[in-house]
C-alpha cells in the first residue's frame, strides 16, 4: 500500500468524528453516491466502505457526493460508511520508483 500522507492511511477507526463519516446511497461499479457528505471537497481522498476501498470525490451537489473507487467495489452495499480525510489523493515521487511499473494508486504491479 502507498505512503499516504507522511505513511499514514486514514481508516475508520482513526476518527473518533462522526461529522467526518458519509454513507454510501448508491453503487455503480467503481462509482459510488454518497450523503452526508456536507463540507466535503472537490478530489478530496475518502475512505469507502468496512474494506477502506480508496476513492476520491469527483462531483458534489449539496450534501452528496459522487465518488470515483479505485478498487474493487463488489462489496459495497447501501449505508457503508464514507470516511473524509479533509486531503487529496496523492503520491510519493522520487528515484526509488524508477524502472518499477505501478497501478493509478502507487501499488507496484
Known sequence: M???YGGKLTTFEDSDKESEYGYV?????????ADGMAGAAMYELVRVGH???IG???RLEGDSATIQ??????????????LRTH????????????????D??????
Request: charged letters at 20%; aromatic letters at 6%.
Open 51 to 53: 474494506d477502506n476501498l
Open 2 to 4: 502507498p505512503a499516504f
Open 69 to 82: 473507487v479505485y478498487e474493487e467495489t463488489a462489496g459495497l452495499t447501501v449505508n457503508d460508511p464514507v
Open 87 to 102: 486531503k487529496p489523493l496523492s503520491v510519493e515521487l522520487g528515484p526509488g520508483i524508477l524502472g518499477n511499473i505501478f
Open 25 to 33: 446511497r448508491k453503487v455503480s461499479g467503481p462509482v459510488v453516491v
Open 56 to 58: 476520491e470525490i469527483i
Open 104 to 109: 493509478g494508486i502507487q501499488r507496484p504491479l
